[in-house]
């Protein structure tokens, strides 16, 4: 059974860095996809960025290219979120989750870590 635990939340000011990990256990993740997600105060749930386990093929949604990097440390099973010139837009809880290769869906998520950028 796959397990995510995030950690590395917390306030920070408009334009500041936060890196966010994500320590994965219960499978073998070569044959993962693992994203991060974001919720919002009132909004629904919505894709940040994601990595291929074994490829480390990114992928990340516009708003965050160029300010985000998600990286994965194989021997260490963590994901990383390193998030730079953050804006207040990006306050959320943010959620690592795991997806088989062969599945569009994301089964797995962990608990959340919160994410305050303030102005």
């Known amino acids: 059974q796959v397990q995510l635990v995030e950690s590395g939340g917390g306030l920070v000011q408009a334009g500041g860095s936060l890196r966010l990990s994500c320590a994965a256990s219960?499978?073998?993740?070569?044959?993962?996809?693992m994203g991060w997600f974001r919720q919002a105060p009132g909004k629904e749930r919505e894709f940040v960025a994601a990595?291929?386990?074994?490829?480390?093929?990114?992928y990340y949604t516009d708003s965050v290219k160029g300010r985000f990097t998600i990286s994965r440390d194989i021997g260490k099973k963590t994901v990383y979120l390193q998030m730079n010139s953050l804006k207040p837009e990006d306050t959320a809880v943010y959620y690592c989750?795991?997806?088989?290769?062969?599945?569009?869906?994301?089964?797995?998520w962990g608990q959340g870590t919160q994410v305050t950028v303030s102005s």
């Open positions: 989750s795991a997806r088989l290769n062969t599945s569009p869906k994301y089964h797995a």
């Open positions: 219960g499978a073998t993740f070569t044959y993962y996809h």
């Open positions: 990595i291929s386990w074994s490829a480390g093929v990114t």
